[in-house]
């Protein structure tokens, strides 16, 4: 019996032995090998697309990226004669670095923007161009750069350039799908801004507050553009949210700064590029005060609990702007040259018929007020958006329109019949009903959909109707995240766009003397998103 007893523990002993020396062996074992813990992680976005269209630009200088309005200070217009014909590329790379030091509690985020039409420059310098033969082009736009700090659970504090979007969720931790759709659906800020932004999210609320530096221009002097934010929102149901906002633009800087030599702001010539109001202040200073009140709801907004989704909003922007009346060494004295209130509404309303999100219905309606009379009473009463300071500073792409209002399937032409929902303060009605059909589930989708907009407000000799679009997509998924699409749409102008200030025609047509042809686009483009 001891004999067999002392058989036994050296029997165990040299097994517990034996497995204490291979580790690697028996990790290796298992069947579900453990997460790798990567320090440095690496995602892109990658967009190539064949496009024919109408469209193009009048100047020469345009060659790189066109953005802003179509008929709009770009020179953009369209032809019955001549199509445009090119192949363009955009890689967007996100680099996030996450030491183990900080345990999670910090992370380094760095995005960019390489983008260029097929064959456009080599040998050169400049953004949105590079693929000419032997290429050699030093194209690298910067995009963010921020730190992201979560110094506890649910807290995150952003910190540098960043994303500026007008939507209560965290833009890098949200899929962009959703960003898009709820809050104010990136109608009023939809960019990247520089500055720190400070959220807190809960399980059933969240609340998000920013301080962005627009515009610095000369540090010494008090001539920069500045904007504070305050989100929230509660899920006041498990299907319905709702939340309130408030904005506060400070700008001091005069239109210094700014695009090009476009320059920024309420009095610059960005105005006729992106298709907003032009305040015309003449060179003399100004400074304003502008303050965006609003609320937001939705219902269901991932599409999940049932087949209805509903998303809205309301917008106030209000506020006040005074000109310099003369300056002296005691004093500066100003008047008053206007004030802002007008709004905009929306509603999206999706029902969901069969089992896939590509299985829908939707009507999108969204309303901007209008000003009939310039700033003779004192007032603008139209809409005020980002895209008064950036190019663009608002994308409102998410409608399901292609050529009358913003799409989001574009490189280095972005040049929309409505890209600002203000309408260079005619203001707007319009309405965008899609159907989708999930041909093969999750593989083959189809589109068809239609768009309709008037304005809200007479241009001179001109009507209300803007125009009908009526447009198609086929796409095909290969996998994840990697699809190839065919998109097509034509847009037929409306009486708005007879308008007439002179023998040139006006503003609103791109100065000809009869209405432009209509628009259309067709483009086969291939998407991959990178992880």
């Not at 009463?381 to 209002?405: C, D, E, H, K, R």
Request: proline share 4%.
């Amino acid at each position: 019996m001891r004999k067999k007893t002392v058989v036994l523990a050296l029997f165990m002993l040299i097994a517990w032995g034996s497995k204490a020396q291979m580790p690697a062996n028996q990790y290796f074992t298992r069947e579900i090998p453990e997460k790798a813990d990567k320090e440095l992680q690496f995602f892109a976005f990658f967009i190539n697309q064949g496009v024919a269209s109408n469209m193009y630009a009048k100047s020469d200088f345009l060659k790189g990226q066109v953005v802003g309005r179509l008929f709009g200070g770009n020179t953009t217009t369209t032809s019955d004669s001549v199509t445009s014909r090119y192949f363009e590329q955009r890689l967007i790379p996100f680099f996030i670095y996450q030491p183990k030091l900080f345990n999670g509690k910090a992370l380094l985020r760095a995005s960019f923007e390489i983008d260029w039409t097929w064959g456009d420059a080599a040998y050169g310098v400049g953004g949105n161009l590079g693929s000419g033969i032997s290429a050699d082009q030093v194209n690298l736009q910067t995009q963010n750069i921020e730190i992201e700090l979560n110094p506890s659970k649910g807290w995150f504090v952003n910190l540098g350039l960043q994303r500026l979007f007008d939507t209560p969720y965290n833009p890098y931790r949200t899929v962009f799908d959703k960003m898009s759709t709820t809050g104010y659906r990136l109608a009023y800020w939809g960019t990247d801004g520089v500055g720190i932004s400070v959220r807190k999210d809960w399980d059933y609320s969240r609340v998000k507050a920013g301080y962005y530096q627009l515009y610095e221009n000369s540090t010494e002097q008090n001539d920069d553009v500045s904007l504070i934010e305050l989100t929230g929102e509660k899920d006041i149901s498990r299907a319905w949210k709702w939340g309130l906002s408030a904005y506060w633009l400070r700008d001091r800087a005069s239109g210094k700064g700014g695009v090009s030599i476009l320059g920024q702001g309420l009095n610059s010539l960005l105005a006729s590029y992106n298709g907003t109001y032009f305040f015309r202040y003449g060179d003399v200073p100004y400074k304003a005060d502008i303050y965006w009140l609003g609320t937001f709801f939705g219902r269901n907004t991932e599409h999940w609990l049932d087949p209805w989704m509903i998303t809205g909003f309301v917008n106030f922007n209000l506020g006040r702007a005074d000109t310099l009346l003369n300056k002296t060494m005691s004093q500066t004295r100003w008047t008053k040259a206007n004030d802002f209130l007008g709004f905009a509404a929306n509603l999206r309303a999706s029902y969901r018929y069969a089992q896939t999100p590509a299985d829908a219905i939707t009507l999108d309606i969204l309303y901007s007020s209008g000003d009939a009379d310039g700033l003779k009473d004192g007032r603008y009463s139209g809409v005020i958006t980002g895209n008064q300071w950036a190019s663009p500073g608002a994308i409102f792409i998410s409608s399901g329109s292609y050529i009358l209002m913003p799409h989001g399937n574009v490189v280095n032409r972005f040049t929309p019949v409505v890209c600002d929902i203000s309408n260079m303060g005619y203001g707007l009605t319009a309405a965008t009903l899609t159907w989708s059909k999930g041909i093969v589930p999750y593989r083959f989708n189809a589109k068809v959909g239609g768009a309709f907009a008037l304005s809200n407000v007479q241009p001179k000799d001109g009507g209300y109707v803007m125009g009908t679009e009526l447009n198609g997509a086929l796409a095909y998924n290969f996998g994840p995240f990697m699809s190839l699409e065919l998109h097509g749409a034509y847009l037929m102008l409306g009486d708005f766009f007879d308008s007439k200030e002179n023998s040139h025609g006006s503003p609103v047509n791109g100065n000809l003397d009869k209405r432009p042809a209509n628009p259309w686009t067709a483009f086969l483009v291939f998407k991959w998103l990178i992880f």
